[in-house]
């Protein structure tokens, strides 16, 4: 991901973001964390069960093969359930592979049950094992029981109280073993003491187990540590790339979610790509203070790690950004494409009126989200890439690496792309005019194979009209609208945001697009961001 691309999250809780907070339940993993060794215990429950398999395939062809490499003594107690044992593993196994998925947004509990459910294995091989004793154990025995003792607390951590209690649980299960088979009628001559001494590897691996227990919770409680920036603690990782992370984080004080994009310098490749990374994440973080408009993504808080990571917190979207809403629901009405595109406008109005050109305007930087009680309320992103006249206290014009175009190839005006050309905020209202033929249509102005062949179709090509690729009505007069946005002169395009948003105001629609339309739309499509349950995250900013 580079530092032009958006991160979006749909409408789907996170196994992190329905988790309980871990400092209150004892394990000091951070959620995603915890979310993570969720995934394990599903996938060592299936392990699980593939290696059971294995044992009754073993036990059925093998049968005869083992039958006469027995002692005489076990021959005559012959036969040994094997299979049955087996079978059971292979249910408790897939049981517990339920409860993993459906537990997801429990983790605590999850981890907790993959205790039991390590327990359980154990006795079922003991079972098997124990079922006909081995005469005259004369030292200690190394049991598989031991062996998952010691890697099951790595794969599903815990804390190391409980850690310790089902591994002497689990540890316990050979002795328990064999006094079964006794109690069954099979000769057992061992002493109390002489099973201890068979058996005491499986306790001391039920000790040594709280060691990892003990490391992973004292890293966990670094990672936690090392989350906190200023005032809010990081939570859990809701976008990556090749700079850094975006993470959902909470105000140590406040109840206040937010998204913080952190930027590590050693991610960041040569010094110069660094610097002129570093300068633009700085500006971005500047820019936006600076502008009030309510359809502009706002920040809360800008600094540097002791580690010299650059990070922002901003505010935490309820919503999806456009590209995802097409992509997911397909081109929009008419109408309610001119609703977004008129807020949206609102947000580049200030900005030009301010002396700054987006240069990245683009569907997946315009966000439609809850904001209180609205919804399809724009906020547009990543400011990262703008050029500011007038910035106070910086001379911008050096925040950019020479030689390089910026933006996005799909959005970018001809202007942009032509040597020595001059850019003015028209640039953007082009960028704008690529945003509405994507909402329209559901496709970009122009396809093409690389980058290079898609800037050069908007130097030279004509677009067809949007009506002509769209199976919804789309007025002409929107039409001609887009088609002035995407004129290949600046001079021909409306002047500013200002113009582009009174004229789609203009614009005669079959049916407006209001409040209300847009709440029943919410509704009917993303009902769960209407629950009263504790609010996920659902849309971070840039990164």
């Given at each position: ?32 964390l915890l979310a993570q ?74 981890l907790d049950i993959g ?69 069954r009628g099979i000769p ?356």
């Amino acid at each position: 991901m580079s530092h032009d691309r958006v991160i979006a999250r749909e409408f789907t809780p996170s196994t992190e973001e329905a988790s309980p907070a871990p400092a209150r339940v004892g394990l000091q993993l951070p959620a995603d964390l915890l979310a993570q060794s969720c995934k394990r215990v599903g996938i060592a429950a299936l392990v699980f069960a593939g290696l059971w398999l294995t044992g009754i395939l073993i036990q059925l062809v093998g049968r005869n093969f083992f039958l006469e490499a027995m002692p005489a003594y076990m021959q005559e107690h012959w036969p040994v359930p094997g299979a049955y044992f087996a079978s059971a593993g292979v249910l408790l196994s897939l049981v517990m592979l339920v409860l993993a998925a459906r537990l997801r947004h429990r983790p605590v509990l999850l981890l907790d049950i993959g205790l039991v459910f390590m327990v359980l294995t154990s006795a079922i091989i003991a079972g098997w094992n124990q079922w006909i004793p081995i005469e005259g154990r004369t030292g200690p025995t190394i049991s598989w029981i031991a062996i998952i003792i010691l890697v099951y607390p790595t794969i599903a951590p815990n804390t190391p109280g409980k850690i310790l209690v089902a591994g002497l649980a689990a540890a316990s299960m050979d002795p328990l073993g064999v006094l079964f088979a006794s109690m069954r009628g099979i000769p057992v001559s061992a002493t109390g003491f002489e099973l201890f001494t068979a058996f005491w590897p499986n306790y001391l691996s039920a000790f040594l187990a709280m060691l990892p227990a003990r490391i992973i919770g004292r890293l966990g409680r670094q990672v936690r540590k090392a989350r906190e920036l200023g005032s809010y603690r990081l939570m859990n990782v809701i976008g990556k790339g090749g700079m850094g992370e975006v993470y959902r984080a909470e105000h140590r004080l406040l109840a206040r979610p937010a998204a913080i994009k952190l930027i590590r310098p050693d991610l960041l490749g040569t010094s110069r790509e660094a610097q002129v990374t570093l300068s633009r994440f700085r500006r971005e973080a500047e820019v936006v203070a600076t502008l009030r408009s309510p359809h502009t993504i706002e920040l809360y808080d800008f600094g540097v790690t002791d580690e010299g990571s650059f990070y922002f917190v901003m505010e935490l979207l309820e919503g999806m950004d456009l590209e995802s809403l097409v992509k997911r629901f397909g081109p929009l009405p008419a109408e309610r494409a001119v609703y977004l595109t008129i807020q949206a406008c609102q947000s580049l109005a200030e900005a030009h009126q301010r002396g700054m050109i987006h240069r990245d305007i683009k569907p997946s930087n315009i966000h439609t989200c809850r904001m209180g009680l609205e919804v399809d309320f724009v906020k547009v992103l990543d400011f990262g890439l703008v050029k500011a006249e007038r910035l106070p206290g910086r001379d911008v014009t050096q925040l950019t690496s020479p030689d390089l175009t910026t933006g996005t190839p799909a959005f970018m005006a001809p202007e942009m792309i032509e040597e020595g050309a001059s850019v003015d905020p028209r640039i953007d209202i082009y960028a704008m005019g690529c945003v509405l033929y994507w909402m329209l249509t559901g496709g970009l102005v122009f396809d093409a194979v690389n980058a290079v062949a898609m800037m050069m179709k908007h130097v030279n090509d004509t677009p067809d009209p949007p009506s002509s690729r769209s199976e919804q009505h789309v007025p002409p007069e929107l039409d001609a609208i887009v088609m002035a946005c995407l004129a290949k002169k600046p001079g021909d395009r409306p002047r500013d945001a200002v113009e582009l948003a009174r004229q789609l105001a203009a614009c005669p629609l079959p049916e407006p697009w209001t409040e209300q339309r847009a709440t029943r739309w919410w509704e009917a499509h993303l009902a769960e961001l209407f629950s009263d349950a504790p609010p996920s995250p659902p849309a971070a900013p840039a990164l």
